[in-house]
């Protein structure tokens, strides 16, 4: 390295762009429609996941709570018992 010609280092970068594929990125960032609808699938990929995440997260949530009421626990089955009834009347 340290007796390389200038020729050998432009020759080790070209390589190391390759390697890179630096060109297929340079295209992709230069095609501006591309880039917008890679984003906007991406951000609705995102958004669907995020919304099959929560329905489950949301739904185990409730069956958990329901167990609690209906093991009667004082003083919290009563409460879980008014909100889960609120939920399930504001649903519909």
């Known amino acids: 390295m340290a007796g390389e010609t200038l020729f050998d280092k432009i020759e080790r970068l070209a390589l190391t762009l390759e390697r890179m594929q630096m ?11 591309r880039m917008l609808f890679m984003a ?17 997260v ?4 409730v069956y958990i709570l329901r ?7 004082p003083g919290i089955g009563d409460f879980l018992s008014e909100v889960l009834d609120e939920v399930s009347t504001g649903a519909r």
């Open 40 to 56: 906007f699938l991406g951000g609705t990929a995102r958004g669907v996941g995020f919304m099959f995440g929560f329905s489950t």
């Open 23 to 33: 060109d297929k990125y340079l295209q992709f960032v230069s095609d501006k429609k």
């Open 58 to 61: 949301g739904a185990i949530a």
């Open 67 to 73: 167990q609690v009421v209906l093991k009667n626990i």
